[in-house]
């Protein structure tokens, strides 16, 4: 049985537009300005690759090497910060 790999792909700084209008929307639609920084992480669930064809992979398919920051397995410490997930149901279209 093959292992499965757990990548997590941020934009940095500067890429990261689609995290910024999500803070902006979110301190509008709530009426706060408690939320001061969001932060939007990529998950892959990566299985079946062996370690050269994972690593290749890794930083070309996914993710923008000049545009992203990748971390395995776990994200970095976010000490008192809140989080939630978001995943696609089955069936619905995920561009990416």
Do not use: W
């Not at 990261?16 to 209008?21: H, K, L, M, Y």
């Not at 939007?40 to 930083?59: K, M, N």
């Not at 970095?76 to 279209?93: I, N, V």
């Amino acid at each position: 049985m093959s292992r499965v790999r757990r990548i997590y792909a941020e934009k940095r700084p500067g890429y990261d537009v689609a995290a910024r209008q999500l803070c902006q929307e979110l301190r509008e639609a709530l009426g706060t300005e408690a939320i001061s920084h969001v932060r939007i992480f990529q998950r892959y669930d990566v299985e079946g690759l062996s370690d050269a064809a994972f690593e290749s992979a890794r930083g070309i398919i996914f993710s923008e090497p000049n545009a992203d920051r990748i971390y395995d397995e776990t994200i970095p410490e976010m000490d008192g910060c809140k989080s939630f997930a978001m995943e696609y149901l089955p069936g619905q279209y995920d561009q990416r």
